[in-house]
């Protein structure tokens, strides 16, 4: 059963593209939403054990994927994000045969992610990998934007990259397990005694993971492409893409297969604090709203780094937990400066102000938002940030947990001159006539700011139902 | 293993040409040489239906590929060509001494792989590797060349209508 | 057989890891888009090598192919968007010259 997250999408494409149907080309977005719906709907029901056994019992092909806790989370945020970018997408894009394409591209995206989800083998996760990667390239320059595609260039090239490394990585766990199953490699790398070549590919497989990312020593790319791309696309790719590439391979292999290691814990830990400090840096400086939001994204990945490498239980479930928070309230940021750069033309901070006054429900939400992104009590973000400081601080390592706290002032810091100059302080002239976004924008943006409040006010019920279950699979069993 | 070494000997020079040969046409060519040579190695390596994969893919589609996009971007002028001859020389000229050196450091450094490799098992052929125990890489690879020509009619004929 | 396969991986690793300098140097030097997808080109090429002589050493042939020929198809149609991209650069600034294409932010 679990192979219909791929087959679905898969044989929907077929479906519609298929020569003699051509008159059912316009359901396709209607029949999208459903699959999306579907998904939320689905990923939210299995994390009930039961179901969930139920579900996974009845096989057709013998595909090898298996579904944990960790894989429901990404695949929950990623069906909400693709159902943001699906309703902005169809109030942005006019054209009929653009939207049909862009669909079909949101489509491969989502079995591309359930893929990478569901596999329990080290080069089925690097195809599904190359399967989102390749797609997203597609949809960078979808509007062939001059910027986009140079921004697009820098991506493929760094993106392949980071692929070359993280097949390299696989070839010498391949020498050295003779397989590629995560079971098999993770029982023949407990049998070899630590040497030269495992720390060697676990180093080439971290660095990928990096790249992909967008963390700090390789962060050049990321706020170019969430800048440059589409609106609807830099929703989906700061949304989930970049952290479900990065971070969730790196967490499903720390998990699966290699193993909390102390070596890699500590460069964890190094590079997610830099990537806090560095991100939140330059996001106080840069005058462009995307990217602001792409710097300060780089930041926050720092965090779930941090998480990561803590190496307890405690902090890799705050981690999913932050990727499911990230996901919302970054991708409501970037519905809302979606909204203002359709009704003003323009993201620059210092040419806006007061928007609020025109813009009420973008005003609002964004308040949501950014009171989530800078960690304040009550809304959901705190509730994650507090998990993976009190991770930190239970697996022994205080410095960071406090610089941590610390480097929380700075993100408040960005995302206060940020409300200030876009939607406190005085109105601009030029923009006294605008209206409040179309419905779609406001749709959407409610919908993330309810999800966010939901689960910031309904936290013991998310951890214990959602988060803390994760906390007890995979290694720290 | 003297075979070997020399026709990876052959392959290093030919991603030399690749990369410092001035005329991107000659590097194209150099790839399909450089696919060419992995080949003979793969055949001798035992892997036959990957040699013939690279051969027919690597050295056949992939060099078309590059050669139809350089006659598709505009040639320079003659001026810039020398100015770009200048560049290059400056840019490329000890890459052969920086291979050529850690070639032999490498080769001096004899590394004591201390590792224990898989027990030995009887060799699968790839048919029942692939379509009985791992359909998901023959999946990833349908949807994959679907993207591709998703990829296609996106980039190179939605751009070929609106310059009409 | 074991012993005598592991004396051949260490020469092929050595001339991977020379393919992979002279793929990352070409990325890095050129300026020309085409170029670097060139030396991407060599990178990968690089890796395969690297695979199959994994597959040959630890005797998993078969796994090694499948994983190549999925690996080479991937890398066709990677290429083939990459190129897309480089075409598209091309149609609006008339270049191929990536000093022309950094300053995305003005």
Redesign the interface.
Known sequence: MLALF??VP?FS??FFNLPFLSYFRRAITAWAYVLFCAQIALALRLFSPDFLNIFTARVF?????ALDNLSLIILLSSAIVLFITLVIATYMIDSERKRF?FV??LL?TQ??LN?LCL?R?M??LY??L??V???S??LI??D?D??A?????KY??LS??AS?LL??S???I???????QFSVIHN?IS???P???IMFSVALFVCATFIKAGVVPFHGWLP?VYS?SPAAVSVLFAGIISKALGIYTLMRIVNDVFGPNIHVNSALLFIGMVSIVIGALAALVQKDFKKMLGFSSVSQIGYIILGIGSGSALGFAGAAFHIFNHAIFKSLLFVNSAAIESRTRTTHMHELGGLSKVMPITGLTSVFAFVSAAGLPPLAGFWSKLLIVMALILSGHPVYAILAIVLSALTLAYLLSMQRLVFFGKLNERFSKIKEAEFGFSLAAIILAAIIIVTGLLYPFVLGKFILPLASSGVFK | MNLNIAILIILIMAALWTTMTRSLLRSAIGLAAMSLVLSIIMFRLNSNLAAVFELSVCAGLIPVLFVSTISLTHPLTKQEVMQHMKDRIRRFWYLPFIIVAVGIALSLVTVKLSIKLPPHEIEKNVRTLLWNERPLYLAGQIIVLLIGAFSVVILFKESGKDER | MNVEALQIFWPFLLFVIMLFIIGIYCISITFNLIRALLGVEILIKAVTLLIIIAGFVSGRTALAQAVVISLIVIEAVAITVAVGIVIGIHSHNNSLDTRKIVDTDK
Do not use: R, W
Not at chain 1, 149 to 153: G, K, Q, R, T, V
Not at chain 1, 174 to 180: A, K, P, Q, R
């Open positions: 791929i087959t898969f494409i077929l092909f013998n595909f090898n994927i394409n079909n591209l491969f079995a591309g893929g596999a083998d080069f089925s195809i599904f190359e399967i990667a390749i797609t390239y597609i320059v979808f062939k001059i910027k595609l140079s921004a697009a260039f493929v090239i392949t990259v070359v097949v390299a696989i070839a010498l391949l020498l050295l397990s003779g397989d590629t023949a049998a070899q005694t040497n030269l070549l170019e440059h």
